[in-house]
């Protein structure tokens, strides 16, 4: 059975079929192109050449591999754009740390709850605190999260390369699953258990570096123009984040309705990475 029809091209990406990953995509994509979910990121680019590997050279499409930075690399600093960690490999990563950090707007929740205390009857929250009151609750959950991401950061930081094994960058189930305490002495400990165990096949993995790396990422995390600049949306990840304001607002809306929602209302535009790859699936 043919892969695609003549002539398209192929966006693969995490997800399943509707997920907020594909229902953006969507919105970036014109036809001829096909977005084909294949779960985790983990082995992406294996599934996509997988997928393609009964055509023949000159009969595979052009394609593209996009997936979550997540942890796997730090966002660039000059500008705003896609992340491509592999020389001639058309594999792309997003310039926020997943698709929920580009969801996760005070205006865009604002705007959701408006709309739903005005033309919903079974409403029951209310009218909407205004986006600058949502904005304080974002801060501050991010604020909540803060030890803890620079613990996965630093987690992140002792992979020796792209061609070993990666230590865990966290202890829980993944992201979106918040550790028992976020207190930096917990996550420390917790984080150095990680070290210790992948230290068994992995020298130059210490908690000396695990130390130095937490350090750095503490003292950026705290700086004033990182939380002026609002760059905890950039950096922490959008999951964690989510699962944070939920548990900081107990009883609220339901954030994982709103990111549904809002995959439709995002203003594309205001993204510089999204747009340059929107330009580059034209330009297959």
Known sequence: MSVVGSGSKLLFCEGKPNSLDVEIFKRLVVTPTTIIPAGGKRG????????L????????PPYFVVRDRDFDAEPPSSSIQMIAPFVNKPVFLTYRACIENYLLDASLIDSYWSENYEQSPKWRHGASPGAVALRDWINQSAESIRDYQAVRWALAKLKPSDRWPEAGTTWTQGSGYLPDSLEI????EQAKQLVNTFNLECSGVTETNLDRYLAAFRERFRQDDFWSQEQHLIWFHGKDLKKAMQKNWQNTISLSSFCSWATQKLNISIHPDLIELQNRLQQL
Do not use: H, I, P, Q
Request: hydrophobic letters at 40%; charged letters at 35%; a negative charge.
């Open 44 to 51: 992406l680019g294996a599934f996509a050449e997988g997928r």
């Open 185 to 188: 002495d917990f996550c420390l």
């Open 53 to 60: 590997s009964s055509l023949k050279e000159v009969d595979r």
